[in-house]
């Protein structure tokens, strides 16, 4: 069993940056990944980056890249998401979820958790 908690988000303005965190614990990693995924009302939740725990290889949203970086600290077992030149459409609850593959789709990964709300504002 792995557990994974989100914090760091917050209310911005538009322009600004977040940078958000994902604790992990449980069970060893080994070769999983970690995501982030965002959801605002009405909309389905979405992908927006993951990393390998080993290796450190990394996957984006194509629409994101250059706006966000996903990076982890194998030793303190957290994975961030560093969030720059936020805009208003970035408002969303940003979930962050582990599994054995890194993929794009929210049902590839078997751990979430609580969200964290991203407030932007114009």
């Known amino acids: 069993q792995v557990q994974v908690g989100e914090s760091g988000g917050g209310w911005v303005q538009a322009g600004g940056s977040l940078r958000l965190a994902c604790a992990t614990s449980?069970?060893?990693?080994?070769?999983?990944?970690v995501a982030w995924f965002r959801q605002s009302p009405a909309k389905e939740r979405e992908f927006v980056a993951a990393?390998?725990?080993?290796?450190?290889?990394?996957l984006y949203r194509e629409v994101m890249k250059g706006r966000v970086t996903i990076s982890r600290d194998n030793a303190k077992n957290t994975v961030w998401l560093q969030m720059n030149s936020l805009k208003p459409e970035d408002t969303a609850v940003y979930y962050c979820?582990?599994?054995?593959?890194?993929?794009?789709?929210?049902?590839?990964?078997?751990?979430w958790g609580q969200g964290t709300q991203v407030t932007v504002s114009s």
């Open positions: 449980g069970r060893t990693l080994d070769d999983a990944a």
């Open positions: 979820a582990a599994g054995s593959y890194m993929r794009v789709t929210p049902a590839d990964y078997n751990y």
């Open positions: 990393i390998r725990w080993i290796g450190g290889r990394t």
